[in-house]
């Protein structure tokens, strides 16, 4: 079944001068209830800085991980590879500390799916394994034509704001199920046939 699902960085920074300058994103994924896997998670990445007038396309499933308390962090990215910062790799979730340091012009987002429920609301430690890092050109590094910085975001052990500039928190996933083809079919159909007897019954 496919999902569609937004995630919502607040940037701590923005709160008072932009508090629409937050970065989002939004993709879809497909969710195999029986065997437990996730696949296809694709979507886009806001970039508050420039007030989400750009988005980077995240197009590469790269990483499944088990957490041991029947729920999967998921990761896609915008290159083939899992190098987004310097000296490689993503990190993790609510571990990244200070490395995000400018990479190879990488992006990623990072969700976490409940295998019993994927639409069901996250725990504040679920939550901490939510995270982003954007190392693309537009992102925060190279926009004044210096610097070394990536924006990146993620809550810290205790809840708290942790990311480049004052932070990212607090941070939200909402996941829902897409209806089907058949089931858009269907529910038009229906709507039509409502329709149509309320113009019968108006004419009679």
């Not at 910085?149 to 708290?160: N, P, Q």
Request: glycine fraction near 14%.
């Amino acid at each position: 079944m496919t999902y569609s699902v937004t995630q919502v960085y607040n940037q701590v920074i923005y709160d008072v001068s932009h508090p629409d300058w937050d970065t989002y994103f939004i993709g879809t994924f497909d969710f195999d209830a029986h065997n437990g896997t996730v696949s296809n998670l694709q979507g886009q990445l806001s970039q508050a800085m420039d007030g989400n007038a750009t988005w980077v396309p995240l197009t590469h499933q790269l990483s499944v991980v088990a957490d041991g308390t029947d729920g999967l962090i998921v990761t896609v990215f915008k290159e083939n590879t899992t190098d987004v910062f310097a000296g490689g790799g993503f990190a993790g979730t609510g571990t990244m500390g200070p490395v995000y340091t400018y990479g190879n012009h990488n992006a990623f987002a990072t969700l976490y799916i409940p295998l019993a429920d994927p639409t069901a609301a996250l725990t504040p430690v679920q939550l901490g394994k939510l995270a982003y890092g954007d190392c693309t050109p537009a992102g925060l590094m190279p926009r004044n034509g210096s610097g070394t910085i990536c924006m990146a975001g993620w809550l810290t052990a205790s809840g708290g704001p942790g990311g480049t500039m004052r932070g990212t928190a607090p941070i939200t996933q909402s996941i829902a199920a897409v209806p089907e083809a058949e089931t858009w079919g269907m529910l038009l159909a229906g709507l039509g046939l409502v329709g149509w007897a309320a113009r019968r019954r108006a004419f009679q």
